[in-house]
C-alpha cells in the first residue's frame, strides 16, 4: 500500500499545497506580482485564508516555495538531463540551446513578473541571484568542457566564453525572438545552436602524433 493511500489527509494536503501555488502563478501570469497575497492566492485557490496559513506561514515562504513548484511543474531537471549527458561538449552546446528553447518560453511570464520587483522584494531579490549563479555556473560548465576537448575557439577563454553563455540566457532574447517575432521554438533552438557553434567552437588540434605524421607524408 502506498503511503499516499495510507494516508488520505497528507493527500489532501499536498493537494491543498499544490492548488495554492498554482493559483499563485495563475495570479503572477495573470496580474503580476505585486497582485501576490495571502488572501488572493487563497480565493484563487477556493480556499480560506487560514487554510492558505496552515501551508505556508508568511507571503515569503509561499514565495519561496513558488520557485521550486515551477521547475519541477516545467521540468528544469528533465530538461537539463540532455546536456549533461552529451557524449561531447560541442553536442553538450547543441542541447544547451535546445534546453533553453523548451524551457525557458514556459516559464518566461512568471520569470518577467519577478524581474520587474526584484529590486524591491528581497526575498524575489535572493532567488534572482540564486538562478544567475546557477546559470553562470551552467555557462562554466559547457564552456570548460569546450576548453578540455580543445574544441574552444579563440579568442574566448573559459571564463569570458561563460560569460557569454551566461549573458545569452537573458529571457529579453528569448522574449523578442519567440514572442515578439514568433520564431517557434525548434527554429530558435537549430539558430541558436550555429550561433553557439560559430562564435565559440573550433576544430580540434591535431595531437603531436597525427602532426608528425601528416608532415611525414608530406615532407
Not at 185 to 211: I, K, M, N, Q
Amino acid at each position: 500500500m502506498s503511503e499516499s493511500a495510507g494516508n488520505p489527509g497528507s493527500t489532501r494536503r499536498q493537494r491543498t499545497r499544490t492548488e495554492l501555488m498554482a493559483a499563485m502563478r495563475a495570479l503572477i501570469e495573470e496580474h503580476g506580482f505585486r497582485a501576490v497575497s495571502m488572501g488572493a492566492v487563497a480565493e484563487k485557490a477556493g480556499v480560506s485564508r487560514r487554510t492558505a496559513y496552515l501551508h505556508f506561514a508568511s507571503r515569503n515562504e509561499m514565495i519561496s516555495a513558488l520557485f521550486d513548484y515551477v521547475t519541477e511543474q516545467e521540468g528544469l531537471a528533465e530538461s537539463l538531463q540532455p546536456v549533461w549527458q552529451a557524449p561531447d561538449a560541442v553536442t553538450a552546446l547543441d542541447e544547451w540551446a535546445r534546453h533553453l528553447a523548451r524551457y525557458h518560453p514556459r516559464v518566461l511570464a512568471v520569470d518577467r513578473a519577478l524581474d520587474s520587483v526584484r529590486r524591491i522584494d528581497e526575498t524575489v531579490a535572493q532567488h534572482r541571484e540564486q538562478v544567475s549563479g546557477d546559470q553562470q555556473q551552467a555557462g562554466h560548465r559547457l564552456a570548460q568542457r569546450l576548453h578540455q576537448e580543445n574544441r574552444l575557439a579563440p579568442p574566448w577563454t573559459v571564463t569570458t566564453a561563460s560569460d557569454m553563455i551566461w549573458a545569452l540566457m537573458s529571457s529579453d532574447v528569448i522574449e523578442r525572438l519567440i514572442v515578439e517575432r514568433e520564431w517557434p521554438p525548434a527554429h530558435f533552438a537549430e539558430h541558436l545552436a550555429a550561433l553557439f557553434r560559430a562564435t565559440f567552437v573550433t576544430d580540434p588540434l591535431p595531437d603531436e602524433g597525427t602532426s608528425l605524421g601528416s608532415a611525414a607524408r608530406t615532407g
